[in-house]
Structures are given as structure tokens and as C-alpha cells.
Antibody, heavy 119, light 110 residues
Framework: EVQLEQSGAEVKKPGESLKISCKGSGYSFSTYWIGWVRQMPGKGLEWMGI????????RYSPSFQGQVTISADKSISTAYLQWSSLMASDTAMYYC????????????WGQGTLVTVSS | QSALTQPASVSGSPGQSITISCTGTSSDVGGYNYVSWYQHHPGEAPKLIIFDVNNRPSGVSNRFSGSKSGNTASLTISGLQAEDEGDYYCNSYTSSRIPVFGGGTKLTVV
């Protein structure tokens, strides 16, 4: 059974750093694209970026380029999303998602990680 | 790379049919047959209901169907049921080699 298990909710202060994770199981982690999707409170889904764990090929949506870093450690089947300096506007639910047929569709999602940034 | 355009909300009565449009450009919707649709209920992970424009994953009701014409894709839900209420998002592969979502449509079954 394919599963994506995300790390737990985080409460951080502006300016702090953060790294959240997404551990895949039940499939060959290296051979499927993993993406990160943001949902701000009351707003829609947004692609932040995607990574192919097999060779770490990483692509960012223009709005997120330079704002976050996406990485993966295929040895432990885990993808990461990190911030070096959080802002209040980073408060959101973050989902990881596994692509099928490249990244043309998403059949498997993590349960979501709620990140709250507040002073 | 802008979000695909969806109506903010649609509504229908039980048993009726509704259609949600998703308009993009020749760099996304119009350029690829890789449009997918997701149903999203608050507090849950999104659920794939249509992929590759008009294909249903196993287990998804045949009341859901998809189509595309030019730069606009559409999701039709027939025989509306109360459980269909929720948010619906289209998604397309793009020439930037990264997908893009639509802005989302809130479906109300009245």
C-alpha cells in the first residue's frame, strides 16, 4: 500500500527556520516525482515545486523559487520542504503528493502538515 | 505561470447536473492532454477524480466526467448528491514542466 507520512504540525516564530518531511512507503521512492502543495487559510491549492528523488532533479513554481528549498534523501525514502526564515504569510497547510505518469496526476497524498507562524 | 481560471462557486440541486470550467492557455490545458481534477473536503487530502482529461480512476463514480476543448477543460457531475459538496480543482501539466492548479470551485448542493 502506497503511503506518504508527513511530519507533525509546527508552531514557529517569524524569522525561524523549519524543515518538514514526507516519508514514502509501499513503492519505489526513487522512481516517482514528489511535489509540495500549499493551501493558505481559506485559499486554494498551489504547487510549490517538485523533485525526482532518483537524481534530485528539482523544479520550482515561479512564486516559490528562492523562497523555499525542496530536497529528498532516497536512502530513507523521505522528501523535505524547508524555509530559512519563516514569515507570517507562510502559515498554511502543506501537502506532499506523489506523481503518477511523471507528474501528470496525483493519486497519493500525505495527510498534510499545518505550519503556523506567529509572534 | 498563472493559476488556471475556474468559477469561484457553482450550485445545483440533488439529481441535477453541473459543469465546472477550467481555462488555461496553449502552454498548459491546450497543449497537453494531462488535465486532472480533484475533489477536496476540508481536513482531508484531495482526491483524484479525473485524469488525462476524461479518465476516471478505479472506484470513482461514473457520475463524474471530464472533457476538453481548446484551452478549456470541463468537469461534469451528473445526478448531484449531497456528498458531492466540496471544493474542486483542475490541474494541468505545463510547458514549464511543472503542474499548475486552478483557483478552485466551491460546489454547493442546495
Amino acid at each position: 500500500e502506497v503511503q506518504l507520512e508527513q511530519s507533525g504540525a509546527e508552531v514557529k516564530k517569524p524569522g525561524e527556520s523549519l524543515k518538514i518531511s514526507c516519508k514514502g512507503s509501499g513503492y519505489s521512492f526513487s522512481t516517482y516525482w514528489i511535489g509540495w502543495v500549499r493551501q493558505m487559510p481559506g485559499k486554494g491549492l498551489e504547487w510549490m515545486g517538485i523533485i525526482y528523488p532518483g537524481d534530485s532533479d528539482t523544479r520550482y513554481s515561479p512564486s516559490f523559487q528562492g523562497q523555499v528549498t525542496i530536497s529528498a534523501d532516497k536512502s530513507i525514502s523521505t522528501a523535505y520542504l524547508q524555509w530559512s526564515s519563516l514569515m507570517a504569510s507562510d502559515t498554511a497547510m502543506y501537502y506532499c503528493a506523489r506523481g503518477t505518469s511523471g507528474i501528470t496526476r496525483i493519486e497519493f497524498w500525505g495527510q498534510g502538515t499545518l505550519v503556523t507562524v506567529s509572534s | 505561470q498563472s493559476a488556471l481560471t475556474q468559477p469561484a462557486s457553482v450550485s445545483g440541486s440533488p439529481g441535477q447536473s453541473i459543469t465546472i470550467s477550467c481555462t488555461g492557455t496553449s502552454s498548459d490545458v491546450g497543449g497537453y492532454n494531462y488535465v486532472s481534477w480533484y475533489q477536496h473536503h476540508p481536513g482531508e487530502a484531495p482526491k483524484l477524480i479525473i485524469f488525462d482529461v476524461n479518465n476516471r480512476p478505479s472506484g470513482v463514480s461514473n457520475r463524474f466526467s471530464g472533457s476538453k476543448s481548446g484551452n478549456t477543460a470541463s468537469l461534469t457531475i451528473s445526478g448531484l448528491q449531497a456528498e458531492d459538496e466540496g471544493d474542486y480543482y483542475c490541474n494541468s501539466y505545463t510547458s514549464s514542466r511543472i503542474p499548475v492548479f486552478g483557483g478552485g470551485t466551491k460546489l454547493t448542493v442546495v
